[in-house]
């Protein structure tokens, strides 16, 4: 029969963190004679109820400070929670702070030692270890230096390379891993997939969110403290970027009024751009292979000889993927732009990976000098194929060479 008893058990755990604010002086002088200081209740975790079962791997994904990384140091008791209850089986390591659990004065190798005894290994046993753990940490030269002279990226890596040999059943692993070089990353996931298979648990936070859709066995969203979804990764990640993107629209919405209050009207304009596949409705998913239409709108008060629409194409991480501009389509003649002119690119047989991507849309003079730039002014969403990762989805083929 398989083993149903949750290797950790979260129930209805909220977590308060008591948040002491600078008065205004006009609040001192009110309340003269008085502390400087109000406090005021923040809820980090609200009634969270989770049970993680052994041998699976966990991604926790959300917004900045969502409480990702304190749900983690609540089940690694690292902090206790103001109300509800958790409860924890076997042998468990975990990452999650930089340099937590190192001691500054002590060299790399007293603290493998301390560590370890801390994680629950004796002397004997971390002796076994100790040469595979220095030669997965890749920092030899470093190991008899006190840790305070070492770098965010080396101690990442010792502290690593100390988790996993410890044997453990539960790994905790939060972002600290991003602090790595690349290839000790590959390192890294590639020991996660050995302790997946090994039939280990492992909960991650990260906001690489390809990482959680490639690793993870289920995902927990978070959202201001609360669940907001617990179930398969690709659909975690989904609701995850729609919170982004309500959250990007609320802030993009705020700053166009303040701006509009602060600053006398521009030299023209971008007015608005929409984006959606030929043949289909705006806001509808792009598929791999659509026409991609993105019909932007411009205008300048005075008039403008001889000016340049262009289009850029951002990942949710900020890279470019694409971009154009009218002076490459010979055939169109923009002339004179005064009143508002609608121009349309149609991007054929388009290929996005999986993911949110965002159009910026500028308008320049034909000195290619940007007079305004509309930043994530429109968005369009590919839906998950499974087996895809990446920026692009084009068709493969596979076959096998044999030996
Ligand atoms: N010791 C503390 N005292 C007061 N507030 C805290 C404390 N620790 C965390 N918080 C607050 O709790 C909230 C959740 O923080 P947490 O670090 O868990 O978020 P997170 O989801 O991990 O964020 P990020 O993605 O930015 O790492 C934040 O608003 C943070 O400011």
Redesign the pocket.
């Known amino acids: 029969m398989p083993n149903t008893v949750p290797i950790v058990q979260i129930d209805d755990v909220s977590?308060r963190?008591?948040?002491r604010k600078e008065k205004s002086l006009k609040e001192r002088l009110v309340n003269a004679g008085r502390s400087k200081q109000f406090k005021e209740d923040?809820w980090?975790?609200r009634n969270v109820s989770l049970e993680i079962e052994s041998g699976t791997t966990i991604g926790?994904i959300?917004?900045?400070?969502?409480?990702?990384?304190?749900?983690?140091?609540t089940i690694g008791g690292i902090?206790q929670p103001s109300s509800g209850s958790i409860q924890r089986r076997g042998r468990m390591a975990a990452l999650l702070e930089l340099g937590a659990g190192f001691h500054q004065d002590l060299t790399g190798r007293e603290n493998v030692y301390l560590n370890a005894s801390i994680l629950g290994l004796s002397r004997k046993q971390t002796d076994l270890y100790f040469d595979d753990i220095v030669e997965f940490s890749g920092i030899k030269d470093f190991i008899d230096t006190q840790v305070k002279f070492y770098s965010s990226g080396m101690y990442v890596r010792l502290a690593f390379a100390v988790a996993v040999h410890v044997d453990p059943d539960l790994l905790l692993v939060?972002?600290v891993l991003a602090v790595g070089d690349e290839a000790f990353q590959r390192k890294c996931l590639d020991k996660i997939r050995s302790f997946q298979a090994e039939g280990r648990t492992i909960i991650l936070?990260t906001?690489a969110l390809g990482q959680v859709v490639e690793f993870c066995d289920r995902a927990v969203l978070?959202n201001r403290?609360e669940v907001a979804f617990d179930g398969v990764p690709h659909e975690a990640v989904r609701d995850f970027r729609d919170i982004l993107e309500e959250r990007r629209v609320d802030e993009a919405a705020a700053h166009a009024e303040k701006e509009h209050e602060d600053e006398p009207a521009p030299e023209g304009r971008v007015v608005d751009t929409v984006v959606f596949a030929r043949g289909r409705e705006i806001g509808e998913p792009i598929e791999p292979g659509d026409d991609i239409v993105v019909r932007a709108t411009f205008e300048h008060p005075t008039g403008l000889d001889d000016w340049i629409a262009a289009i850029q194409i951002d990942s949710t991480m900020g890279t470019a993927v694409y971009g154009t501009a009218s002076p490459r389509f010979e055939n169109v003649h923009l002339g004179r732009l005064t009143s508002p002119r609608t121009i349309e690119f149609v991007i054929k047989d388009a290929r996005f990976g999986t993911g949110r991507y965002f159009i910026n849309t500028s308008l320049m003079d034909k000195e290619k000098r940007h007079l305004h730039d509309a930043v994530q002014i429109a968005t369009f969403e590919v839906p998950y194929y499974p087996m895809s990762v990446g920026v692009v989805h084009a068709e493969p083929e596979m076959r096998d060479l044999g030996a």
């Open positions: 977590k963190f008591v948040i923040f980090a975790l926790l959300g917004p900045n400070g969502s409480g990702k990384s304190t749900l983690l140091k902090i939060d972002e936070v906001h978070l403290g």
